[in-house]
């Protein structure tokens, strides 16, 4: 049965996953590989160099696919959005400090503005500042979530932002991860570490095995 979901219908994709940007492990390729499955690959924008961005949209060929960053170093480095958004993303993806800068710049490019939190009062600011769709980030995220672990923060999240679509971030790797994320009232899932030892990822052959 084809999934259907906010996510879905959103992005205009067929599977509810969007892999996560991880910086220095998903470039281009690993981005088009999981687009061309039916989900949305993000480009690791990272702590952003414009000219690893433009080499690794170039890697991603004419797949559509979206880019994030680590908000906090975007804004140290706020040129690197504009170079980003010349390639037309499908979304950008902001983790990890306030949104509010980027939010009208990344929109009016057509991109799908996608804020990942770690609490629920980082959530609700993000849905103030403008985000389309929000991503609960749970402990279990790749060691980067906060305090909250993935299964109690989803419902939470979702309860406290309304109708903006939340995504499931943190410990999902398969079909099964999936399905909890959805039953907690998720729209989909981002997954980070399952695609670290996918063949087109960055990471070494070591980190991969
Ligand atoms: C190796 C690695 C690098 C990551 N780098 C970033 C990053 O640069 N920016 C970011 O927003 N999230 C990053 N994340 C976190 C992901 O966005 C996402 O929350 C996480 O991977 C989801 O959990 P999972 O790894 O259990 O699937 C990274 C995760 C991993 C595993």
Avoid: C
Wanted: proline share 5%; no cysteine; net charge negative.
């Amino acid at each position: 049965m084809p999934f259907d979901t906010a996510l879905t219908r959103m992005l205009g994709i067929d599977i509810p996953v969007i892999s996560a940007p991880m910086a220095g492990v998903a470039g281009g390729k690993l981005a088009a590989a999981v687009t061309g499955g039916g989900g949305l690959g993000l480009i690791g924008g990272g702590y952003p160099d414009p000219a690893v961005i433009e080499h690794e949209f170039g890697e991603a060929g004419n797949a559509v696919v979206g880019i994030g960053f680590i908000t906090w170093a975007l804004a140290k480095n706020p040129a690197a959005l504009d170079v980003a958004l010349a390639h037309s993303p499908k979304a950008v993806f902001l983790s990890f400090a306030d949104i509010a800068p980027f939010v009208a710049q990344a929109q009016s490019f057509g991109a799908t503005l996608i804020a990942q939190v770690q609490t629920v009062g980082q959530a609700r600011a993000a849905a103030d500042a403008g985000a389309d769709m929000i991503v609960a980030q749970g402990t279990e995220a790749g060691g980067h979530g906060a305090a909250r672990a993935t299964l109690p923060l989803v419902p939470a999240v979702v309860d406290a932002v309304g109708s903006i679509p939340v995504l499931a971030g943190g410990g999902i790797a398969d079909g099964r991860g999936l399905a909890a994320a959805l039953a907690l009232g998720a729209a989909g899932a981002v997954v980070g570490s399952a695609f670290v030892a996918a063949e087109e990822s960055l990471a070494s052959a070591n980190g991969k095995r």
